[in-house]
């Protein structure tokens, strides 16, 4: 795919097939907080997938990906049966590591579930050790992290968890 696609091909994915099951809620009658982890990274193989970074990539080049860190934000309540849709926006790249945020939004309604913010970095699977990304791979990321660079930063980026105190 032409890098001058990857920005149209990432943001018209749609992610239609995710609706919360009954056997993730929790006896609180909303979803339980480890399934919010899951249907992200479920979420997340759609983009990796346009971006050359997916399950196949990692066959066909020896590399694949890692998470270092995740930071979730819980803003609403998901409830079984409830349609989801997500975003996925590229913050930041470097020769190994790639900086994402996605949200979690009810498919109908359209207010915001959740919101992920992550870091991974390329590994050779063979060592096990950091790489840096495929060069055809590294093209994309740069040409997606240059438009998404000119969006509204999340005010959720970079967020410290910890007790505010007055």
Not at 36 to 58: C, I, M, R
Not at 85 to 90: E, G, P, R, V
Request: aromatic share 10%; hydrophobic share 35%.
């Amino acid at each position: 795919m032409p890098s001058s696609n990857i920005t149209q091909a990432i943001d018209s994915i749609r992610y239609s097939d995710f609706v919360v099951p009954p056997a993730y809620i929790d006896p609180n009658g909303h979803m339980n907080v480890g399934y919010y982890g899951v249907l992200f990274d479920n979420a997340l193989d759609l983009p990796w997938d346009k971006l050359g970074l997916g399950s196949a990539s990692t066959e066909a080049t020896g590399c694949s990906s890692f998470a270092l860190e995740s930071h979730i934000t819980y803003q609403r309540e998901v409830h079984a049966g409830d349609p989801l849709d997500f975003t996925f926006q590229l913050i930041d790249v470097d020769a190994k590591r790639i900086h994402y945020f996605m949200t979690m939004l009810h498919a109908h309604e359209r207010w915001l579930a959740a919101t992920l913010e992550s870091i991974s970095m390329c590994i050779d699977m063979t060592t096990r050790r950091s790489t840096n990304w495929p060069a055809d791979r590294f093209v994309h990321l740069q040409a997606l992290h240059e438009s998404h660079s000119r969006r509204p930063r999340p005010s959720e980026v970079g967020r410290v968890i910890g007790i505010r105190r007055k």
